[in-house]
């Protein structure tokens, strides 16, 4: 078992950049895919971006690719995602979620993880 803790959310304007930090506890991340999804109030819950840890694999969802950069520090047991040239339409609450032996076709599907965080609430105004 693995828990999630996001944490880094915040309210910024457009343009600004946050770090969303997701530290997981019980065991470590070795061999996990560790994804970033977000939903904004009336929408469906979408994927951001993903690392499949063993491999490195990296996927971006296309809006915001160029933008948002998915990282880790195994030391920490910790997976980052840095948000750069924030824009309103990012406002969401942002959850991590992981999972193991992940294909990777599977990574951008939110049914394919099994360990979730609590989310963090991301705000931009504009």
């Known amino acids: 078992q693995v828990w999630l803790v996001e944490s880094g959310g915040g309210s910024v304007q457009a343009g600004g950049s946050l770090r969303l930090s997701c530290a997981a506890s019980?065991?470590?991340?070795?061999?996990?895919?560790v994804g970033w999804f977000r939903q904004a109030p009336g929408k469906e819950r979408e994927f951001v971006s993903a690392?499949?840890?063993?491999?490195?694999?990296?996927r971006y969802a296309d809006s915001v690719k160029g933008r948002f950069t998915i990282s880790r520090d195994n030391g920490k047991n910790t997976v980052y995602l840095q948000m750069n040239s924030l824009e309103p339409e990012d406002t969401a609450v942002y959850y991590c979620?992981?999972?193991?032996?992940?294909?990777?076709?599977?990574?951008?599907?939110?049914?394919?993880?099994?360990?979730w965080g609590q989310g963090t609430q991301v705000t931009v105004s504009s």
């Open positions: 690392l499949r840890l063993s491999g490195g694999n990296i």
């Open positions: 019980g065991r470590t991340f070795s061999g996990y895919t």
């Open positions: 979620a992981a999972a193991t032996g992940m294909i990777l076709s599977s990574m951008t599907r939110s049914i394919h993880y099994n360990h």
